[in-house]
């Protein structure tokens, strides 16, 4: 199985091989819920012990693996960077998906070159760099990021780049203002050290309590909900459906998302020299992110179609950021670590207080961007509009509706979206 890796992983390995090396000389720390500290190479003897040995009790066994993590922030601002530049390109690849979808409609696909390169850039940014992204960033970090895209991309309709030229109304600028803030305030004070547990310690974890109190609450909203789809149970157009639909579609997208950054770990830790990739529960991580990524790009279209723009929107959105951001927290102990750090002097409550704001400051923005969109009338018109209007000119089009899809999905989901869109 070791000859037979997806070209995915091979192309990462190679990009991400450099980061590595030159930080694989650096000494990483695992800090234990007792407070000592433990080096943390290639591999702990406490580990080898465990992995060797079957002395330990499941329940003793399972507290010693998730004691034992390994963090590191190293590569972290790099990873910061990345991501906004990934945010910047996802934003180039959607005003150019539409510029396509206006002059390149009628042209057999063959021929529709912007709409070739647009949708190249797209590939690039969310497969290539948020797998390197994910090995280097916290979840926690990650999530609230991804509003950034929204902002480029009412840059660019500002300004008539590709597309165009749109007025943004004096709310959707004070919404953009909110977000960046916010964002600059969350990643400022938010977790920096991410987490780079092996995959036997991810199976421990996915069985610790306090995963389980999120993941089995969630998995059952997220079953009912395609029950009650499936059995045609919730009228259509109602508040309980969107509701419904859009939490569903937030808690399989925060699972997927769980999964592609523990195949993104499994990777880093084999270059660094911890090879788990022939491992069976590897492969089955990745087949579990492929299989909750449709289910969450399905449910996310039923809550924007089932709504209006001003709640269907937001709410989703609102809801895959604190999903991702509860659940990264729980299964890689990303606010264990940083506590961890607060109560032991190395960090200061205030970054605890300025990380929650910031998330709350950047829901505040997105929501107030799509309600800003939908009450201008007129001439005045909001960028934000980009993101839910027909794209073509020509009403006998039928191509441009399915670019615009695509575009939807990506611009809705942020750097998730090409996980979701490509699975589906």
């Not at 943390?40 to 010693?64: I, K, N, Q, V």
């Amino acid at each position: 199985m070791n000859s037979a890796w997806p070209p995915l992983l091979v192309t990462v390995s190679f990009i991400i091989r450099p980061v590595a090396a030159a930080h694989k000389s650096d000494t990483q720390m695992a800090i234990t819920g007792s407070g000592s500290i433990h080096l943390a190479g290639e591999e702990t003897a406490l580990g080898s012990m465990m992995r060797s040995s079957h002395r330990f009790p499941a329940r003793r066994r399972h507290e010693l693996l998730s004691q034992h993590v390994a963090t590191t922030n190293q590569g972290f601002w790099l990873g910061v960077g990345l991501h906004v530049f990934g945010q910047f390109l996802g934003a180039i690849s959607f005003l150019l998906m539409k510029r396509a979808a206006i002059h390149e409609a009628r042209l057999p696909f063959y021929r529709r070159t912007t709409f070739q390169v647009a949708f190249s850039l797209f590939i690039f940014n969310s497969v290539i760099l948020d797998a390197i992204i994910y090995a280097l960033v916290p979840l926690a970090i990650i999530a609230p990021i991804t509003a950034l895209g929204l902002v480029f991309v009412n840059i660019g309709v500002a300004h008539g780049i590709f597309v165009p030229n749109q007025q943004i109304s004096a709310k959707g600028v004070f919404a953009n203002v909110l977000i960046v803030f916010g964002i600059v305030l969350a990643s400022s004070c938010g977790p920096h050290s991410n987490s780079t547990p092996t995959i036997e310690m991810m199976y421990a974890r996915a069985r610790s309590p306090s995963f389980l109190c999120y993941a089995l609450p969630g998995l059952g909203v997220a079953t009912s909900c395609c029950v009650a789809l499936w059995r045609r149970m919730l009228p259509a157009g109602s508040l309980t459906k969107t509701v419904w639909c859009a939490s569903a579609a937030a808690i399989f997208g925060s699972l997927s998302v769980l999964c592609f950054k523990g195949v993104a770990t499994v990777v880093r830790l084999a270059i660094e020299g911890n090879n788990e990739l022939h491992d069976l529960r590897t492969w089955l991580l990745l087949l579990g992110a492929m299989a909750f990524a449709p289910a969450n790009v399905t449910l996310m279209n039923l809550t924007i179609e089932e709504s209006d723009a001003a709640l269907g929107m937001p709410l989703y959105q609102a809801l895959i950021l604190l999903a991702t951001i509860i659940s990264g927290g729980l299964f890689y102990g990303e606010f264990g670590n940083w506590v961890s750090q607060v109560l032991a002097g190395n960090e200061s409550w205030l970054n605890i207080a300025g990380f929650v704001s910031g998330i709350l400051i950047v829901v505040v923005g997105i929501v107030l961007l799509t309600t800003s969109a939908s009450s201008t009338s007129g001439g005045e018109h909001d960028a934000y509009n980009v993101l839910m209007d027909a794209p073509g000119a020509d009403a006998n089009s039928t191509t441009d509706n399915r670019d615009c899809d695509i575009v939807d999905k990506h611009c809705s989901l942020g750097s998730f979206g090409a996980k979701t869109v490509l699975a589906s």
